[in-house]
Protein backbone atom coordinates (compact mmCIF):
# COMPACT_ATOMS: atom_id res chain seq x y z
CA UNK A 1 0.00 0.00 0.00
CA UNK A 2 1.06 3.44 -1.10
CA UNK A 3 0.87 6.59 0.99
CA UNK A 4 0.34 9.85 -1.11
CA UNK A 5 0.85 13.21 -0.27
CA UNK A 6 -1.04 14.56 -3.10
CA UNK A 7 -3.84 16.98 -2.67
CA UNK A 8 -7.35 15.85 -2.25
CA UNK A 9 -10.57 17.38 -3.02
CA UNK A 10 -11.96 19.24 -0.38
CA UNK A 11 -15.29 17.06 1.10
CA UNK A 12 -16.46 20.47 2.14
CA UNK A 13 -19.07 20.58 -0.29
CA UNK A 14 -22.28 20.56 1.42
CA UNK A 15 -23.65 24.13 2.39
CA UNK A 16 -23.63 24.53 6.32
CA UNK A 17 -27.54 24.30 7.64
CA UNK A 18 -28.67 22.82 4.47
CA UNK A 19 -32.43 22.01 4.66
CA UNK A 20 -33.05 18.16 5.76
CA UNK A 21 -35.09 18.03 2.16
CA UNK A 22 -31.84 19.00 0.24
CA UNK A 23 -29.93 15.87 1.03
CA UNK A 24 -30.70 11.69 0.70
CA UNK A 25 -31.27 10.39 4.04
CA UNK A 26 -28.32 7.63 4.39
CA UNK A 27 -28.93 4.22 6.35
CA UNK A 28 -25.36 3.59 8.37
CA UNK A 29 -25.00 0.93 10.41
CA UNK A 30 -22.39 0.99 13.24
CA UNK A 31 -22.14 -3.00 14.44
CA UNK A 32 -20.00 -3.75 17.76
CA UNK A 33 -19.17 -6.44 20.17
CA UNK A 34 -17.12 -5.67 23.23
CA UNK A 35 -15.69 -2.32 21.72
CA UNK A 36 -14.95 -0.12 24.41
CA UNK A 37 -11.68 0.83 23.07
CA UNK A 38 -12.63 2.43 20.14
CA UNK A 39 -16.68 2.82 19.70
CA UNK A 40 -16.48 6.33 21.11
CA UNK A 41 -14.75 7.60 18.21
CA UNK A 42 -16.96 6.05 15.98
CA UNK A 43 -19.73 7.09 17.16
CA UNK A 44 -18.16 10.60 16.97
CA UNK A 45 -17.10 10.60 13.51
CA UNK A 46 -20.12 10.05 12.51
CA UNK A 47 -22.67 12.56 14.47
CA UNK A 48 -19.65 15.19 14.13
CA UNK A 49 -20.34 15.07 10.03
CA UNK A 50 -23.82 17.00 11.28
CA UNK A 51 -25.20 15.59 8.05
CA UNK A 52 -28.46 16.78 7.52
CA UNK A 53 -30.54 13.96 6.69
CA UNK A 54 -28.94 10.80 8.67
CA UNK A 55 -30.27 7.81 9.78
CA UNK A 56 -27.78 5.96 12.15
CA UNK A 57 -28.36 2.94 14.16
CA UNK A 58 -25.93 0.87 16.17
CA UNK A 59 -25.87 -2.65 16.93
CA UNK A 60 -24.12 -4.25 20.06
CA UNK A 61 -23.81 -7.57 20.16
CA UNK A 62 -24.60 -8.02 24.13
CA UNK A 63 -21.28 -6.44 24.77
CA UNK A 64 -20.46 -6.81 28.74
CA UNK A 65 -17.28 -4.61 29.00
CA UNK A 66 -18.58 -1.10 28.88
CA UNK A 67 -19.94 -0.38 25.39
CA UNK A 68 -23.36 0.07 25.75
CA UNK A 69 -22.75 2.83 28.59
CA UNK A 70 -20.71 4.78 25.93
CA UNK A 71 -23.27 3.94 22.98
CA UNK A 72 -26.25 5.58 25.61
CA UNK A 73 -24.39 9.01 26.13
CA UNK A 74 -25.00 9.47 22.18
CA UNK A 75 -28.70 7.86 21.96
CA UNK A 76 -30.47 11.05 21.67
CA UNK A 77 -28.66 11.64 18.30
CA UNK A 78 -29.57 8.52 16.86
CA UNK A 79 -32.30 7.01 14.73
CA UNK A 80 -31.57 4.11 17.34
CA UNK A 81 -29.96 1.31 18.72
CA UNK A 82 -30.33 -2.40 19.96
CA UNK A 83 -27.94 -4.89 22.20
CA UNK A 84 -28.56 -8.60 22.31
CA UNK A 85 -26.46 -11.64 21.17
CA UNK A 86 -26.08 -12.22 17.15
CA UNK A 87 -24.93 -14.20 15.14
CA UNK A 88 -21.51 -12.10 14.19
CA UNK A 89 -20.84 -9.06 12.24
CA UNK A 90 -22.91 -9.75 9.41
CA UNK A 91 -25.99 -10.53 11.37
CA UNK A 92 -25.59 -7.24 13.26
CA UNK A 93 -25.25 -5.34 10.16
CA UNK A 94 -28.89 -6.78 8.63
CA UNK A 95 -30.43 -6.27 12.04
CA UNK A 96 -29.03 -2.41 11.75
CA UNK A 97 -30.47 -2.18 8.25
CA UNK A 98 -33.65 -3.51 8.48
CA UNK A 99 -34.46 -1.27 11.09
CA UNK A 100 -33.59 2.04 8.79
CA UNK A 101 -35.12 3.67 5.71
CA UNK A 102 -32.45 5.79 4.04
CA UNK A 103 -32.48 5.35 0.74
CA UNK A 104 -28.57 5.39 0.70
CA UNK A 105 -26.83 2.75 2.72
CA UNK A 106 -23.11 1.99 4.16
CA UNK A 107 -21.91 1.18 7.33
CA UNK A 108 -19.02 1.29 9.56
CA UNK A 109 -17.74 -1.04 11.87
CA UNK A 110 -17.31 0.10 16.05
CA UNK A 111 -13.22 0.10 15.32
CA UNK A 112 -13.13 2.35 12.38
CA UNK A 113 -13.96 6.06 11.70
CA UNK A 114 -15.25 8.39 9.07
CA UNK A 115 -13.61 11.35 7.39
CA UNK A 116 -14.75 15.02 8.20
CA UNK A 117 -17.23 15.84 5.76
CA UNK A 118 -17.53 11.75 4.46
CA UNK A 119 -21.66 11.66 4.41
CA UNK A 120 -21.69 14.87 2.72
CA UNK A 121 -19.37 13.60 0.07
CA UNK A 122 -22.14 10.50 -0.33
CA UNK A 123 -24.89 12.43 -0.09
CA UNK A 124 -24.04 15.51 -2.58
CA UNK A 125 -22.66 12.78 -5.33
CA UNK A 126 -25.82 10.65 -5.47
CA UNK A 127 -27.65 13.46 -5.21
CA UNK A 128 -25.65 14.74 -8.14
CA UNK A 129 -25.57 11.74 -9.86
CA UNK A 130 -29.06 10.33 -9.85
CA UNK A 131 -28.18 7.12 -12.45
CA UNK A 132 -24.98 6.10 -9.91
CA UNK A 133 -25.86 3.24 -7.81
CA UNK A 134 -22.81 2.50 -5.89
CA UNK A 135 -19.74 4.75 -4.90
CA UNK A 136 -16.07 3.91 -3.04
CA UNK A 137 -13.80 6.87 -2.32
CA UNK A 138 -9.93 6.75 -1.65
CA UNK A 139 -8.94 3.91 0.15
CA UNK A 140 -7.31 5.09 3.73
CA UNK A 141 -6.34 3.57 6.92
CA UNK A 142 -5.90 4.60 10.48
CA UNK A 143 -3.45 3.89 13.25
CA UNK A 144 -4.35 2.69 16.52
CA UNK A 145 -4.69 6.28 18.13
CA UNK A 146 -7.25 7.30 14.93
CA UNK A 147 -4.61 8.76 13.47
CA UNK A 148 -4.49 8.68 9.20
CA UNK A 149 -1.31 7.06 8.21
CA UNK A 150 -1.98 6.16 4.75
CA UNK A 151 -4.05 7.74 2.08
CA UNK A 152 -3.86 5.56 -0.69
CA UNK A 153 -4.48 5.78 -5.22
CA UNK A 154 -7.95 4.79 -6.61
CA UNK A 155 -8.88 1.96 -8.75
CA UNK A 156 -11.14 1.60 -11.29
CA UNK A 157 -12.91 -1.21 -11.43
CA UNK A 158 -14.99 -3.50 -13.88
CA UNK A 159 -16.59 -7.02 -13.13
CA UNK A 160 -14.00 -8.46 -14.38
CA UNK A 161 -11.24 -6.66 -13.11
CA UNK A 162 -12.62 -7.75 -9.56
CA UNK A 163 -13.10 -11.49 -10.26
CA UNK A 164 -9.51 -11.41 -11.94
CA UNK A 165 -7.33 -9.04 -9.88
CA UNK A 166 -5.62 -11.79 -6.98
CA UNK A 167 -5.00 -8.96 -4.54
CA UNK A 168 -9.13 -7.18 -5.01
CA UNK A 169 -9.52 -4.79 -2.73
CA UNK A 170 -12.73 -2.48 -2.28
CA UNK A 171 -12.78 -0.66 0.89
CA UNK A 172 -16.00 -0.93 3.18
CA UNK A 173 -15.36 2.13 5.38
CA UNK A 174 -15.46 4.09 1.87
CA UNK A 175 -17.77 2.11 0.38
CA UNK A 176 -22.22 3.30 0.24
CA UNK A 177 -24.58 2.22 -2.34
CA UNK A 178 -28.75 2.94 -2.98
CA UNK A 179 -30.91 0.83 -1.53
CA UNK A 180 -32.47 -0.13 -4.85
CA UNK A 181 -28.87 -1.67 -5.72
CA UNK A 182 -29.17 -3.51 -2.37
CA UNK A 183 -32.79 -4.68 -2.69
CA UNK A 184 -31.98 -6.19 -6.40
CA UNK A 185 -28.70 -7.93 -5.01
CA UNK A 186 -30.55 -9.93 -2.51
CA UNK A 187 -31.75 -7.31 0.08
CA UNK A 188 -28.81 -8.40 3.15
CA UNK A 189 -25.29 -10.03 3.66
CA UNK A 190 -24.47 -13.30 3.99
CA UNK A 191 -24.55 -13.70 7.82
CA UNK A 192 -23.69 -17.38 7.39
CA UNK A 193 -19.89 -16.53 8.17
CA UNK A 194 -17.54 -14.47 10.02
CA UNK A 195 -15.59 -12.71 7.28
CA UNK A 196 -15.53 -11.54 3.78
CA UNK A 197 -19.13 -11.37 3.07
CA UNK A 198 -18.28 -7.37 2.13
CA UNK A 199 -16.34 -8.91 -0.79
CA UNK A 200 -19.43 -11.77 -1.51
CA UNK A 201 -21.21 -8.63 -1.44
CA UNK A 202 -19.55 -6.62 -3.69
CA UNK A 203 -19.60 -9.33 -6.48
CA UNK A 204 -23.02 -9.57 -6.32
CA UNK A 205 -23.38 -5.95 -6.71
CA UNK A 206 -21.12 -6.22 -9.82
CA UNK A 207 -24.06 -8.55 -11.46
CA UNK A 208 -26.34 -5.61 -11.63
CA UNK A 209 -24.63 -2.38 -11.37
CA UNK A 210 -21.10 -0.77 -12.02
CA UNK A 211 -18.91 1.08 -8.99
CA UNK A 212 -17.58 4.65 -9.36
CA UNK A 213 -14.55 5.87 -7.60
CA UNK A 214 -14.94 9.15 -5.96
CA UNK A 215 -11.36 10.80 -5.39
CA UNK A 216 -12.20 12.30 -1.86
CA UNK A 217 -11.94 10.63 1.98
CA UNK A 218 -14.98 9.29 3.32
CA UNK A 219 -14.25 6.48 5.54
CA UNK A 220 -10.46 4.64 6.82
CA UNK A 221 -9.71 1.27 8.46
CA UNK A 222 -8.16 0.95 11.60
CA UNK A 223 -5.48 -1.33 11.54
CA UNK A 224 -5.18 -3.35 15.19
CA UNK A 225 -4.25 -6.56 16.33
CA UNK A 226 -8.06 -7.60 16.99
CA UNK A 227 -9.51 -7.46 13.22
CA UNK A 228 -10.67 -10.20 11.76
CA UNK A 229 -8.80 -9.88 8.58
CA UNK A 230 -5.59 -10.19 10.86
CA UNK A 231 -6.64 -13.13 13.01
CA UNK A 232 -7.83 -15.27 9.78
CA UNK A 233 -6.39 -13.87 7.25
CA UNK A 234 -6.02 -17.62 5.37
CA UNK A 235 -9.60 -18.41 6.07
CA UNK A 236 -10.70 -15.19 4.56
CA UNK A 237 -8.67 -15.76 1.31
CA UNK A 238 -10.11 -19.19 1.11
CA UNK A 239 -13.78 -17.91 1.06
CA UNK A 240 -12.56 -15.06 -1.55
CA UNK A 241 -12.01 -17.59 -3.68
CA UNK A 242 -14.76 -19.62 -3.48
CA UNK A 243 -16.65 -16.26 -4.01
CA UNK A 244 -14.68 -15.82 -7.19
CA UNK A 245 -15.07 -19.22 -8.39
CA UNK A 246 -19.13 -19.37 -8.25
CA UNK A 247 -19.41 -15.73 -9.71
CA UNK A 248 -16.75 -17.00 -12.90
CA UNK A 249 -18.45 -20.34 -12.81
CA UNK A 250 -21.75 -18.38 -14.18
CA UNK A 251 -20.52 -15.76 -16.64
CA UNK A 252 -19.72 -16.24 -20.27
CA UNK A 253 -16.05 -16.21 -20.66
CA UNK A 254 -15.33 -17.41 -17.06
CA UNK A 255 -13.08 -20.37 -17.47
CA UNK A 256 -10.67 -17.96 -19.73
CA UNK A 257 -10.82 -15.44 -16.69
CA UNK A 258 -10.32 -17.72 -14.57
CA UNK A 259 -7.09 -19.09 -16.12
CA UNK A 260 -5.78 -15.84 -16.27
CA UNK A 261 -6.50 -15.35 -12.60
CA UNK A 262 -4.73 -18.00 -11.67
CA UNK A 263 -1.63 -17.50 -13.46
CA UNK A 264 -1.62 -13.98 -12.61
CA UNK A 265 -1.45 -15.57 -8.84
CA UNK A 266 0.87 -17.68 -9.41
CA UNK A 267 3.36 -14.72 -11.42
CA UNK A 268 2.52 -12.70 -8.14
CA UNK A 269 4.45 -15.34 -5.70
CA UNK A 270 7.45 -15.49 -8.08
CA UNK A 271 9.82 -13.18 -7.99
CA UNK A 272 11.96 -13.14 -11.10
CA UNK A 273 8.29 -13.30 -12.72
CA UNK A 274 6.55 -10.57 -11.12
CA UNK A 275 7.27 -7.82 -12.25
CA UNK A 276 7.51 -9.20 -16.25
CA UNK A 277 3.86 -10.10 -15.62
CA UNK A 278 3.01 -6.90 -14.44
CA UNK A 279 4.78 -5.23 -17.49
CA UNK A 280 3.89 -7.47 -20.47
CA UNK A 281 0.56 -8.54 -19.14
CA UNK A 282 -0.90 -6.54 -16.90
CA UNK A 283 -0.07 -3.18 -17.65
CA UNK A 284 -0.75 -3.23 -21.36
CA UNK A 285 -4.47 -4.91 -20.47
CA UNK A 286 -5.24 -2.50 -18.28
CA UNK A 287 -4.66 0.57 -20.67
CA UNK A 288 -6.81 -1.64 -23.01
CA UNK A 289 -9.35 -1.86 -20.51
CA UNK A 290 -9.40 2.02 -19.17
CA UNK A 291 -11.95 3.40 -22.04
CA UNK A 292 -14.58 0.44 -21.04
CA UNK A 293 -14.35 1.39 -17.01
CA UNK A 294 -16.42 3.91 -14.83
CA UNK A 295 -15.54 7.37 -15.02
CA UNK A 296 -13.65 8.86 -11.65
CA UNK A 297 -16.03 11.13 -9.81
CA UNK A 298 -13.90 14.28 -8.91
CA UNK A 299 -14.99 17.75 -7.32
CA UNK A 300 -14.75 20.83 -9.60
CA UNK A 301 -14.00 24.32 -7.87
CA UNK A 302 -16.50 25.88 -10.14
CA UNK A 303 -18.87 23.04 -11.52
CA UNK A 304 -19.13 20.75 -8.45
CA UNK A 305 -18.73 16.95 -8.51
CA UNK A 306 -18.19 16.14 -12.47
CA UNK A 307 -17.34 12.92 -14.35
CA UNK A 308 -13.40 12.97 -15.39
CA UNK A 309 -11.27 9.97 -17.28
CA UNK A 310 -8.05 11.43 -16.05
CA UNK A 311 -5.26 9.17 -15.01
CA UNK A 312 -4.27 11.60 -12.23
CA UNK A 313 -4.08 9.18 -9.17
Not at 270 to 283: D, N, P, Q, T
Request: hydrophobic letters at 40%.
Amino acid sequence: MRATTEQLPSTEVGPAGAAEAEWPRIALVTPVLNGVRYIGQTIRSVLAQGYPNLDYFVVDGGSTDGTVEIIRKYENEMSGWISEPDNGMYDAINKGFARTSGEIMGWISGTDQLHVGGLSVVGSVFRTFPEVEWITGRPTIFNDAGVTIQILGLTRWSRESFLTDGNAFIQQESTFWRRSLWEKAGGSVDSSRRNASDFELWARFFRHARLYPVDALIGGYRVHGDALGVQQREEFIGVCEKVVNGELDSMRWGRALGLFRAMGVRMGRMRGFRYAWARLVERPLSMWRAPHLPSVIRHDAERGWVFSRSKRR
